[in-house]
């Protein structure tokens, strides 16, 4: 029989000892006024628990303040808010803006300047998605590769470290981050053959501490002794190597682009790596691994927990860079301390994040390329008929490349228990070729085109219910929803559209229950917090682009559909509804 | 004695026959709901008679919908409204957006994709300050010197015509007026040598109808049998010719970039001319007619009725291109027709809108280089120590080269007979030197460094009443205001600022009412309108640049004071208050 000073020590020895960085995060994450990081917290709920505005008076909200960016490219950051400031990444150039939160008077503009030639290289519009606070600093990524420190104050540069490189075809478009005394940030580059990585800088000073590669040897991928994946498929030894042709893995993409989240008790962070390289399959035989693939790691050490490679040897560019929602729900009747991801290949995965153990991955997207998730092999159940071949046509592959959700992040309420989360209904038709790899350059080899999926709506919000499994309600938009969400205790969910409407709905029903038009359409991320004049203001980006709106910001021909790697043909009326041109708008009640 | 039918057998000979296009012009004009032309009617008094929006209740106004240009060049155009759709001209590259007036979505977009080229040859920024609309037809200009008439329901180009030459340094940026079967249109360039002109084109064909040159021959700037001017200074045969050194006034300025009114009872047109080049006076001795002049013409065939020089042998770019507000006045106790100007070198001038006489020209700005106007003979009284020479740097010359208001347009309201006058208060210190006319490249020859009036306000806004001549109450503001204004029934003016407010003030006392943060600084021009669902709304463009606003728009160096032919000296601290960014906002009541 253990006796209780024992099970003291056994904690304190192998669970979690937060320091005292993480420890103020976490509270300050609990502290509605402010909102501290893009995702709200370490669980990324996206949930505040402000209910100023309610279901009943939300329809009475107006624009207290807007700030216009002077800028075209997609506007996706998440405003981030600390004390009476707010602070915005724009796109490239990537200024960090400081404005005042109740008037929206302009402090200070950091400009790190980074190289115009970054524009060349990013796949997907020379977005951003904002800032991350910690001790007095903002941290946050430029398109150029540089992770920059910035006085909290006074915008003043405490320090730039440089990450990678855009003549390797490198950029770095995340959101970064902080656990502890480090900063954690990641690149992008999937689509010019990039090798990716999530890396850790010392908050104080800058330096590398470790960088976790996706692909190579189990050194470079900081895979070790504590490494315990639960599927058989997911074990062995230099699979980062093993699982591709020779050498391949050096240009093997699985870019680290995304969510990143946190468990303080289980002293993990959980994060997916992107799509492998080339999207042609052909010229990668074998499970390409690690990406398309989920990561637990010490976030001290960058040494993996456990990996679960969610599609082995992609076929769609399925990325799995989507958030991880850390929650502690019931399931059969048990609690468990589970991560939900509502995955870019069109499955809910609800998984045990201490093992990395699927509980359960049901279809929240319309799939032609699967038939369902192998519980027992961790395997999804490929359709033979949708593997493209090299010389041929494949036709509706669904979900399309950017998934039934892209990077959007979803947003969990506290008191419907149900998860709210933007996506689209894309398919498309595909054709492969043999391309080569040269630094810097496109390494694609497919040639696509997008179409709305069944019932031709491109767009669907919808509430989920992950304890059952099951839709609870849906809205059908017009144009993928790719603006993030948010919900709050007054029991309002937020989110934008493509065409210019920022829209409130009711939590439990999906009623509409407001809306507003914007001057762009909406590709942001929604926050909402309290001023010093005790009003609730909600925040969002309006400034339409990224992948899905890059036929307007990109200003690409509508008549050519491969445009934008194919997404263009499925946008090809969007310039009807929207221009571009970021400006943030700041709602309250009258 | 007079017989009654040969009086009337006078007038029909003699006086007005408005056409039918100009008399539903006229009509429409009255009509609240709508916004025919940027100037709201033929007398520019850009006063309304909706009254739903009042002093008590204006505070409550909030925005209905925005829209973003996706363009970050100053936005100076007024909305037009016809029927229920609402019509902006953005900056460079000058697309024609048509967009529902009450839920703001976008009906369709004209581009005429003018040449890149004419950016480079645009003085002041590479603005455009709006559409005029008749017969079913919206007509505009480009900056490369192309009038366009466009169908207001389809968006399809009816016709289009050339009419300047961006490689002699000409553009156009000025708003048409249309005048019976007529638009009128004039040309920029006065900073690069041009040859100013105000053309007439035919509504249904384009074809060019006539053109006066503001300098030349009395043939080529129309002067003929009924030309009368009232000052004997403004009489003699070919003074655009004679008051020159040879040959220069083929280069001299006198662009007609401003506004223009129509009184449709005497059937004169009104409009004046842009300051002479170069700004090195002393390389052009003589009067440099018709420079800095107003001329009365007849709107069918060009013809001068008069003319006035306001200001012979400019030192300072004082350009006449300032509204003219036409109104029924008790002048000394006498109903006269009158023209009233707040002119650019800081006087405000009543003027018998018949003959050119002027009435009174009192001062409204700060002023260090005139004493005055002597009525007796129409010409300013010069400071002799304020005369810019070669080789020396003259100091406080008030007011500066936009002078006391530039082309922001004014308002006047039946109700409080007042006009409220956006304006700046900016002084300067002038070098001048030898400049030679190279086609197509500034032709300025001075360096200028502008700075705050007295008191350090470089902004203010003013009611006068032009029967007593006196300023009624005042409003400083940091910076210039630099955008038009709006003065409705409800007994509300509305103006912006550039440091991003859109401020309503009471008509009679000036007294604050409401301000609305938005997303840039305002140089637009507001108007007010009705929608089918009964309400009224306010539109403006957000946008910051224009010249005053150029160190924003065009990201000039700030510490670099004589960018933006000295304008960024004054302006300094803008960056620090606003992004550009254009954006149309549209207010009502909740
Ligand atoms: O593989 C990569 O490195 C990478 C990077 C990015 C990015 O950084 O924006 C995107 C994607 N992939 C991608 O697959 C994708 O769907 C996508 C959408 C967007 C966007 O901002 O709208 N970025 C990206
Ligand atoms: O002489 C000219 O031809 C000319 C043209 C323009 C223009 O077209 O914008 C301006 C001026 N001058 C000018 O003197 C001036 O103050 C000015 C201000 C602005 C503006 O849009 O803010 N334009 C112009």
Redesign the interface.
């Given at each position: 029989m253990l006796t209780l000073p024992f099970i003291v020590l056994t904690l304190l020895a192998t669970a979690a000892v937060p320091s005292q960085a993480s420890e103020k995060l976490s509270e300050l994450s609990k502290d509605d006024s402010q909102w501290v990081m893009p995702a709200k917290n370490y669980a990324s709920t996206r949930y505040s628990g402000l209910d100023q505005i309610t279901t009943e008076n939300v329809d009475?909200l107006?624009?207290?303040?807007?700030?216009?960016?002077?800028?075209?490219a997609g506007h996706e950051a998440a405003p981030i808010v600390v004390g009476e400031t707010m602070y915005v990444v724009t796109p490239w150039p990537n200024k960090l803006?400081a404005l005042d939160i109740t008037?929206?008077?302009?402090r200070?503009?950091y400009e790190p300047k980074p190289a115009r030639a970054a524009q060349g290289v990013a796949c997907c519009d020379v977005v951003n998605r904002g800032a991350a606070y910690a001790e007095g600093k903002i941290f946050f990524n430029t398109l150029d590769n540089h992770t920059v420190a910035v006085d909290a104050e006074t915008g003043k540069e405490i320090w730039k470290t440089k990450l990678g490189e855009i003549n390797r075809g490198e950029t770095m478009t995340m959101a970064p981050l902080v656990v502890k005394d480090k900063v954690l940030v990641g690149n992008s580059g999937g689509e010019m053959g990039v090798r990716g990585w999530l890396t850790a800088l010392d908050t104080t000073t800058g330096e590398i501490a470790w960088r976790a590669y996706s692909t190579g040897p189990d050194e470079d991928v900081l895979i070790g002794e504590g490494f315990d994946p639960f599927y058989a498929k997911d074990q062995g030894t230099d699979l980062g190597v093993e699982t591709w042709p020779a050498g391949r893995w050096q240009t093997g993409g699985g870019t680290v682009w995304g969510w990143i989240s946190y468990d303080p008790e289980l002293d993990l962070i959980y994060h997916g790596t992107g799509n492998p390289g080339p999207w042609n399959h052909t010229q990668r035989p074998g499970d390409n691994k690690w990406t398309v693939s989920l990561f637990a790691r010490d976030p001290d050490t960058g040494m993996a927990k456990w990996a679960y490679q969610i599609d082995a040897h992609d076929l769609f560019d399925y990325d799995g860079i989507n958030e991880s929602v850390l929650l502690d729900l019931e399931i059969d009747g048990k609690p468990r301390k589970v991560m939900v991801r509502p995955e870019r290949n069109g499955h809910m995965y609800v998984m045990d994040r201490a093992t990395g153990e699927v509980l359960s991955a049901e279809e929240y997207g319309f799939i032609t390329v699967t038939k369902g998730i192998n519980l027992d092999t961790g395997k999804p159940i490929e359709v033979e008929a949708k593997v493209p071949e090299v010389g041929k046509v494949t036709r509706e592959i669904c979900p399309a490349p950017p998934g039934a959700k892209d990077w959007q992040p979803s947003a969990w309420s506290e008191k419907t228990r149900l998860l709210y989360v933007p996506h689209q209904n894309l398919c498309m038709d595909m054709a492969i070729a043999e391309t080569s790899y040269i630094a810097g350059t496109p390494f694609v080899g497919a040639e696509v085109e997008m179409y709305a999926g069944p019932g031709g709506q491109r767009g669907r919000f919808m509430a989920w219910d992950p304890e059952t499994g099951e839709e609870v309600w849906n809205i059908k938009e017009r144009f993928p929803v790719w603006s993030g969400t948010v919900v709050t205790a007054g029991n309002v969910v937020f989110y934008g559209t493509m065409d210019?409407w920022f829209k409130a709905v009711d939590a439990s029903t999906g009623e509409l229950l407001w809306k507003?038009?914007?001057?762009?359409g909406i590709i942001g991320q929604p926050v909402t917090y309290k001023g010093p004049d005790g009003r609730q203001y909600v925040a969002i980006f309006?400034?339409v682009g990224g992948w899905s709106g890059a036929v307007?910001s990109g200003q690409l021909d509508p008549s050519v559909p491969f445009g934008a790697l194919g997404f263009v043909g499925a946008m090809q009326d969007l310039p009807?509804?929207?221009?571009?041109?970021?400006?943030?708008y700041v709602f309250a009640l009258?």
């Open positions: 009475e107006e624009v207290a303040w807007t700030y216009s960016t002077g800028l075209v803006i008037d929206g008077s302009k200070w503009v210019r507003h038009r914007v001057g762009s309006a400034g307007v009807q509804f929207t221009e571009p041109g970021g400006t943030l009258p």
